[in-house]
C-alpha cells in the first residue's frame, strides 16, 4: 500500500507542475500570434485555433500506440518519454520565429509528449480496485489545480514580456517534473504484458491496433467514448478563441480583458479541482455509465447556457456550472475503462480514452476558428450544447440495453 501511494503523489505532483506550466501559454495563442506578426483579426483567431489543436490532433493518433507500447515496455518509461518531449520542444518554441515554425513544434510536441494517460496508467496498475474512479479523479485535480494557476501567470507574464519567454520556464518545469518520476515511481514489471514471438515496429503496431478494436467492441465503452468526444469537442470550439470572445463582451483596457479571460480558464478549473474527485468517488460506488449520462446531460445544457448569456457576468456563471458537471466525464470515462479492460490492456484502454478527448480538442481547435466566423462563439456555444444532450439520451438507451441483458 506505501508503495502505490508514493507513487501516487509522485505522479500527481509532477502532473501538477507540468499542468502549471501547460496552462501558462495555451489560452494566450492569440496573443502569441500577434507578437509573431499577425494584424488581422480573423486570421489570428485561425491561427490560434491550428497551434491550439495541433499538439491534441498529434497526440490523439499517436496516445494508443504509446498506451499500447506502454503495456508491453513499462507505464513509467512513457512517463518519462513524454515529459522528456515537452521541455525539448516547448523549450525550442522560445526560439521560433514564425507561426510556422511554432506549428511545427506544437506537432512534434504531441507526437511524443501526451503525458496524462501514461500517468494515469501508471497508477492505476499499481491502485486498489475498488478504487479506480477516486483515484483517477484524484489524480486529474492536479491537471485542474494546474489550470488554476497556469493561465493566472500566463496572463501576468504576458503584460510584462514576449509569450516566447514563458516557454524556457514551462521546459525547465517539465524536466523537474520528470525528475521526480525518476525518483519515486515505481512499477511492478509483472503487470506489463507478455508478448511472445516477433517484436519489430511493424509488429507492434499490428498489436496496437488489435488491443484498439478488441476494446472497441465494447458497446459500453464506445458509448463513454462519444460522450467524452463530444463534451471535449463543444467546449474546444471556443477554448482558442474565448479571449476574443471577451473581448467583444468587455469593452476596457487591455489588462482588465486579460485577466477577464484568465478567469474564465482559473474558475472552470477550480470547481474542476472540488468536483472531479466526487464524480470518481461517485462513480466506484453507483456505476461509471450511469452517472456519464448525467454529466452529458448537465453539461450540454450549461453549454447552451454559455451560448445564451448575454454579459460576461453570465457566461462566467454558466462556465463554472459546466465546470462542475463536465469535471465527471474524465474519472468516469478512466474508471470505466480501468473496469472493462485487463490490467495487461490497461495502457491501451487509457490510450484510446485519452486519443478520444484529445482528437475532439484537436478537431474542435482547428474547427472552431474558422466555424466562428460564420456562427459565432454564441452559436459554438448553443451547437454543441445540443449534441452533448443528444449524446446523453444515445448513452442512457446502451446503458438500458445492458442492463435488460444481464437480467
Keep these: 500500500m506505501e508503495g502505490w501511494k508514493r507513487t501516487y503523489w509522485s505522479v500527481w505532483t509532477a502532473n501538477l507542475i507540468t499542468s502549471v506550466g501547460m496552462m501558462s501559454f495555451l489560452p494566450f495563442f492569440p496573443t502569441l500570434v500577434e507578437q509573431l506578426g499577425e494584424t488581422n483579426r480573423d486570421e489570428i483567431a485561425l491561427w490560434a485555433g491550428v497551434l491550439y489543436g495541433a499538439a491534441p490532433l498529434s497526440a490523439a493518433l499517436m496516445g494508443p500506440i504509446w498506451g499500447s507500447l506502454g503495456d508491453r515496455y513499462g507505464r513509467r518509461l512513457m512517463v518519462l518519454r513524454s515529459m522528456a518531449a515537452i521541455t525539448v520542444f516547448?523549450?525550442?518554441?522560445?526560439?521560433?520565429?514564425?507561426?510556422?515554425?511554432?506549428?511545427?513544434?506544437?506537432?512534434?510536441?504531441?507526437?511524443?509528449?501526451?503525458?496524462?494517460?501514461?500517468?494515469?496508467?501508471?497508477?492505476?496498475?499499481?491502485?486498489?480496485?475498488?478504487?479506480?474512479?477516486?483515484?483517477?479523479?484524484?489524480?486529474?485535480?492536479?491537471?485542474?489545480?494546474?489550470?488554476?494557476?497556469?493561465?493566472?501567470?500566463?496572463?501576468?507574464?504576458?503584460?510584462?514580456?514576449?509569450?516566447?519567454?514563458?516557454?524556457?520556464?514551462?521546459?525547465?518545469?517539465?524536466?523537474?517534473?520528470?525528475?521526480?518520476?525518476?525518483?519515486?515511481?515505481?512499477?511492478?514489471?509483472?503487470?506489463?504484458?507478455?508478448?511472445?514471438?516477433?517484436?519489430?515496429?511493424?509488429?507492434?503496431?499490428q498489436g496496437s491496433w488489435t488491443d484498439f478494436t478488441e476494446l472497441m467492441r465494447n458497446q459500453t465503452l464506445r458509448a463513454s467514448l462519444a460522450i467524452v468526444f463530444w463534451i471535449q469537442f463543444a467546449m474546444g470550439t471556443t477554448n482558442p478563441i474565448l479571449e476574443l470572445?471577451?473581448?467583444?463582451?468587455?469593452?476596457?483596457?487591455?489588462?482588465?480583458?486579460?485577466?477577464?479571460?484568465?478567469?474564465?480558464?482559473?474558475?472552470?478549473?477550480?470547481?474542476?479541482?472540488?468536483?472531479?474527485?466526487?464524480?470518481?468517488?461517485?462513480?466506484?460506488?453507483?456505476?461509471?455509465?450511469?452517472?456519464?449520462?448525467?454529466?452529458?446531460?448537465?453539461?450540454?445544457?450549461?453549454?447552451?447556457?454559455?451560448?445564451?448569456?448575454?454579459?460576461?457576468?453570465?457566461?462566467?456563471?454558466?462556465?463554472?456550472?459546466?465546470?462542475?458537471?463536465?469535471?465527471?466525464?474524465?474519472p468516469l470515462s478512466f474508471g470505466l475503462a480501468a473496469r472493462e479492460a485487463s490490467i495487461d490492456r490497461r495502457g491501451a484502454a487509457f490510450g484510446v480514452v485519452f486519443g478520444v478527448?484529445?482528437?475532439?480538442?484537436?478537431?474542435?481547435?482547428?474547427?472552431?476558428?474558422?466555424?466562428?466566423?460564420?456562427?459565432?462563439?454564441?452559436?459554438l456555444f448553443v451547437a454543441g450544447g445540443v449534441i452533448v444532450v443528444m449524446t446523453s439520451w444515445w448513452m442512457r438507451t446502451v446503458a438500458q440495453r445492458r442492463a435488460n441483458s444481464s437480467v
Excluded: C
Excluded at 470572445?245 to 486579460?258: A, I, P, Y
Excluded at 474558475?267 to 468536483?275: D, E, K
Design 357 to 379: 478527448r484529445t482528437m475532439a480538442i484537436a478537431a474542435s481547435a482547428m474547427l472552431g476558428g474558422w466555424l466562428s466566423r460564420y456562427v459565432g462563439v454564441q452559436g
Design 245 to 330: 470572445h471577451v473581448r467583444d463582451l468587455l469593452h476596457s483596457d487591455e489588462h482588465t480583458r486579460s485577466l477577464a479571460t484568465s478567469l474564465l480558464f482559473s474558475g472552470m478549473a477550480a470547481v474542476n479541482l472540488l468536483a472531479m474527485p466526487l464524480w470518481g468517488k461517485y462513480g466506484d460506488r453507483h456505476g461509471h455509465a450511469a452517472l456519464l449520462v448525467t454529466v452529458a446531460l448537465w453539461s450540454g445544457l450549461a453549454l447552451i447556457a454559455q451560448g445564451l448569456a448575454p454579459i460576461f457576468a453570465l457566461l462566467l456563471l454558466a462556465r463554472l456550472v459546466f465546470g462542475a458537471v463536465m469535471a465527471g466525464s474524465s
Design 90 to 205: 516547448v523549450g525550442a518554441m522560445a526560439f521560433a520565429t514564425s507561426t510556422w515554425q511554432v506549428l511545427v513544434l506544437r506537432i512534434l510536441q504531441g507526437v511524443f509528449s501526451g503525458y496524462i494517460a501514461p500517468s494515469m496508467t501508471l497508477v492505476s496498475v499499481v491502485a486498489p480496485v475498488s478504487e479506480q474512479g477516486r483515484i483517477s479523479g484524484s489524480l486529474q485535480t492536479a491537471s485542474a489545480a494546474g489550470a488554476i494557476v497556469g493561465p493566472v501567470i500566463g496572463g501576468a507574464l504576458a503584460l510584462v514580456m514576449p509569450l516566447r519567454y514563458v516557454f524556457i520556464g514551462v521546459a525547465l518545469l517539465s524536466l523537474v517534473s520528470a525528475t521526480l518520476i525518476m525518483l519515486w515511481a515505481h512499477e511492478d514489471p509483472l503487470h506489463r504484458r507478455r508478448d511472445h514471438g516477433e517484436t519489430s515496429f511493424v509488429h507492434l503496431l
